[in-house]
């Protein structure tokens, strides 16, 4: 026997909440006929509520490297590229229900919008490297070179708090700022 609850926040959204069975589901289908109107799992593919959170349309990574040998010295340089399409995202906020036998609160989230609904912007990113290797004595060699990560800066909003439709806290939320790095070894 369900019951009805109102979500939190007043919207007048309202779901049924039916115990759950010992029948097994033997396809999407049949697992989405479990569920009643308020709670039913949009049939999309490939996850039944849309894209997961870190599906992207497109991932791309080139790398190219080059070497030069001067006798025994060596300089090497090398670039990387990664573009990746914007995170696609739909709203969903927290909710409170409560169980519909015991009474305790259960937190859970609605889908306000499907999986998908929204995209960030697509981003990418250029890193530079540069390597110089020297001899020092006999089979050491000493190695000396820098780096440069995201070299065109870019901070483009990578991350999205699907709760409240804000980017996220954390420090991958917008891409990493540029960043030089200097290298410095002894290879033997």
Same mark, same amino acid.
């Given at each position: 026997?369900?019951?009805?609850y109102e979500s939190e926040g007043g919207t007048g959204? #309202?779901?049924?909440?039916? +115990?759950?069975?010992?029948?097994? $589901? /033997?396809?999407?289908?049949?697992?989405?006929?479990?569920?009643q109107p308020g709670l039913s799992i949009p049939p999309?593919? +490939?996850?039944?509520? *849309? $894209?997961? @959170?870190?599906?992207?349309?497109?991932?791309?990574?080139?790398?190219?490297? #080059?070497?030069?040998?001067?006798? #025994?010295?060596?300089?090497? /340089?090398?670039?990387?590229?990664?573009?990746?399409?914007?995170?696609?995202? *739909?709203?969903? +906020?927290?909710? =409170?229900?409560?169980?519909? &036998?015991?009474? =305790?609160?259960?937190n859970t989230f609605t889908f306000r919008e499907q999986?998908?609904?929204?995209?960030? &912007?697509?981003?990418?990113?250029?890193?530079?490297?540069?390597?110089? =290797?020297?001899?020092?004595?006999?089979?050491?060699? *000493?190695?000396?070179?820098? @780096?440069?990560?995201?070299? /065109?800066? @870019?901070?483009?909003?990578?991350?999205?708090?699907?709760?409240?439709?804000? +980017?996220?806290?954390?420090?991958?939320?917008? =891409?990493?700022?540029? &960043?030089?790095?200097?290298?410095?070894?002894?290879?033997?």
């Amino acid at each position: 026997m369900g019951r009805i609850y109102e979500s939190e926040g007043g919207t007048g959204t #309202k779901a049924t909440i039916t +115990p759950a069975t010992t029948t097994t $589901p /033997t396809s999407r289908a049949s697992a989405a006929s479990r569920f009643q109107p308020g709670l039913s799992i949009p049939p999309v593919a +490939p996850c039944g509520t *849309g $894209p997961i @959170e870190w599906q992207r349309d497109y991932i791309v990574n080139v790398i190219g490297m #080059k070497r030069w040998v001067f006798g #025994k010295h060596d300089v090497m /340089t090398s670039a990387a590229v990664h573009a990746a399409a914007g995170e696609q995202w *739909g709203l969903q +906020p927290s909710t =409170q229900v409560a169980h519909p &036998e015991s009474g =305790q609160t259960i937190n859970t989230f609605t889908f306000r919008e499907q999986r998908g609904t929204n995209q960030l &912007e697509d981003f990418w990113t250029l890193n530079l490297n540069a390597t110089y =290797q020297f001899p020092i004595s006999g089979g050491v060699q *000493g190695i000396i070179g820098g @780096e440069a990560a995201n070299v /065109t800066n @870019e901070q483009s909003l990578i991350r999205i708090n699907i709760r409240n439709g804000r +980017p996220r806290t954390g420090l991958d939320t917008f =891409q990493f700022t540029r &960043e030089y790095r200097l290298k410095l070894g002894i290879r033997f």
